[in-house]
């Protein structure tokens, strides 16, 4: 049996390879665009801003996003060194180092786990009207999904807020106010 597959590696599935990449390299690839972003296309520039668009939901260029993540994860990081050195670290890097070791940190069952799960979830489903002018529409899509128990929330609410349990699938944007 081991000769038969050594056979058929070599007789037909190494020679399929060869002229695979033969016709990739000779025919496939010099006829294909030597540019990959979609602004090298024609009217490239509305194809992009129109596709940010669709998937966000706002009228912000690529580069005002970017500029708006930076800005964030610039607050971000000065809120958690905030609450660092309240901790009683000298700065954010050593206070991150500490949660792979600090007891405190680290969950001591999967009991615990679900109940700060719940206990988060809970904090932000009250925030969610200020931040998204649809959760009530997401929340509508995802029902059938399970929910934890004694937790009013759906763990699989925005990961699969456009798929529904039959039927076609949809895409459904959460609209940033």
């Avoid at 039927?167 to 106010?177: E, N």
């Amino acid at each position: 049996m081991t000769q038969e597959i050594t056979d058929a590696i070599n007789l037909d599935v190494l020679p399929a390879y060869k002229t695979f990449a033969a016709f990739l390299r000779t025919e496939y690839a010099p006829m294909g665009r030597t540019t990959l972003s979609v602004t090298s296309l024609p009217d490239g520039e509305k194809r992009y801003q129109n596709d940010i668009y669709a998937r966000t939901t706002t009228r912000m260029t690529a580069d005002e996003i970017h500029q708006l993540g930076l800005r964030e994860i610039e607050r971000i990081q000065a809120e958690m060194t905030v609450i660092a050195k309240k901790q009683g670290f000298a700065d954010l890097a050593s206070f991150r180092a500490s949660l792979k070791t600090n007891r405190k940190y680290i969950p001591t069952s999967a009991e615990q786990i679900l109940d700060d799960f719940r206990h988060y979830i809970g904090q932000m489903e009250s925030k969610l009207p200020d931040l998204f002018s649809s959760a009530s529409e997401v929340a509508r899509h995802s029902r059938g999904h399970t929910r934890l128990p004694g937790c009013g929330c759906h763990p699989l609410r925005y990961r699969n807020a456009g798929r529904q349990a039959t039927g076609p699938r949809r895409r459904r944007h959460l609209q940033l106010r």
